[in-house]
């Protein structure tokens, strides 16, 4: 039987406006970058899209290559859109990107006007959808003028496959330039997907005020620092993770420096009656320039706990202060080199 939402799933959720748009997201969104890839979906993956829905999470984060193999991740969710969850589609904010690699050749992959349409077109249909609500650059590139970059955006976005238009990790003086060129051309960048978490901080030193002046939102991925900020790694290396895997979380990472990081920031966590990952959600979602944590998760109970962040997203000031002392960034941010221009 197909699945049908919880009539319930709009109580628990809290919601804040996109930047200075009319459009609300969930303060947690949900993204498919790992575990939804493969030759279809496993039923632990579904049941996450499902429970996601279900407690509210109307924002769901792809992109061009997500897998293994490429692509993968998007036809998988398409399959589901189709068999399920199309159903709810006006209650859905979908997005996809592209810049990183994705296929041979030279148009497999940056910011030129030939990638970045075709890549998008590829997208809508491997995800069987007429239009995402948002569309990204997902990274800048150097080798083509921002302009091109800018021309692609705007005829995904004049043409409708795109309602919004965003760019991730591109460095606060190219968010400038490349608002300005959208802006002359009548759009407004709507939202910027940076990483952003207790141990990479790297957008406290100036974006975050850029995005606020200019009433654009923010959604800060990899907020768990892919995992890391959860109590597995408290004591070493945790099997059955990204780490173990040899995945997009290097195991050179976890340094003697950042697991005592992480350790006395559990400390804080647990006077909070939070576990680390749970305080390190809350922690981003205090910031005001933030709309929204983008998540992963595996399985469905990291997305309960995930969750249940939200019953406690307060601070006090001390506390804060007394977070923020240890709260070290710990060169943990493999996306770097993107905003390095
Ligand atoms: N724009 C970009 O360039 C870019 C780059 C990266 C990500 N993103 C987006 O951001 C999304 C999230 O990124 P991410 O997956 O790195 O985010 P993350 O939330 O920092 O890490 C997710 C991982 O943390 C672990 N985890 C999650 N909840 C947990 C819990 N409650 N307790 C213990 N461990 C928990 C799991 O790791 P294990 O699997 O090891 O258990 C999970 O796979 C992606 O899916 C994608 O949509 C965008």
């Known amino acids: 039987m197909s699945y049908l939402a919880n009539i319930k799933r709009y109580t628990k959720m809290q919601y804040r406006n996109c930047g200075q748009s009319g459009l609300k997201l969930p303060l947690i969104s949900i993204g498919l970058w790992h575990n939804f890839g493969g030759n279809g979906m496993s039923s632990e993956s ?95 590139d150097p080798n083509t003028p921002l302009e091109e970059t800018a021309d692609a955006l705007e005829s995904i976005y004049r043409s409708g496959k795109a309602l919004y238009i965003g760019i991730s990790s591109y460095s606060e003086k190219k968010t400038n330039v490349m608002m300005k ?67 997009s979380f290097s195991r050179k990472l976890i340094t003697k420096k950042n697991t005592k990081i992480i350790n006395d920031l559990n400390k804080l966590a647990k006077k909070r009656g939070q576990n680390l990952s749970q305080m390190a959600l809350a922690w981003v979602l205090n910031n005001k320039a933030i709309t929204s944590a983008l998540i992963g998760a595996r399985t469905v109970t990291q997305l309960r706990d995930c969750l249940a962040s939200l019953d406690n997203l307060k601070f006090g000031k001390e506390e804060i202060k007394k977070i923020n002392q240890k709260a070290k960034d710990g060169d943990i941010n493999i996306w770097a080199p993107s905003s390095s221009y």
């Open 46 to 140: 579904k049941k996450i899209l499902f429970e996601s829905f279900d407690s509210g999470i109307t924002h769901f984060d792809l992109a061009n290559n997500y897998g293994p193999p490429y692509g993968s991740a998007e036809t998988n969710f398409g399959k589901v859109m189709k068999s399920d969850l199309g159903k709810y589609r006006d209650e859905m904010i979908i997005s996809s990107k592209a810049g990183y690699d994705m296929w041979d050749g030279p148009y497999g992959e940056w910011g030129s006007k030939k990638h970045v349409i075709a890549s998008c077109d590829q997208s809508l249909k491997r995800m069987n959808l007429d239009y995402v609500d948002i569309f990204y650059s997902h990274r800048f």
């Open 181 to 247: 060129i959208l802006k002359q051309r009548g759009i407004k960048l709507f939202i910027h997907q940076p990483s952003y978490s207790l141990i990479n901080r790297w957008i406290e030193k100036g974006l975050t005020k850029t995005l606020l002046k200019n009433g654009v939102g923010c959604i800060a991925f990899s907020p768990l620092a892919q995992g890391f900020l959860s109590n597995k790694y408290l004591n070493g290396l945790p099997k059955g993770t990204r780490v173990s895997e040899n995945s």
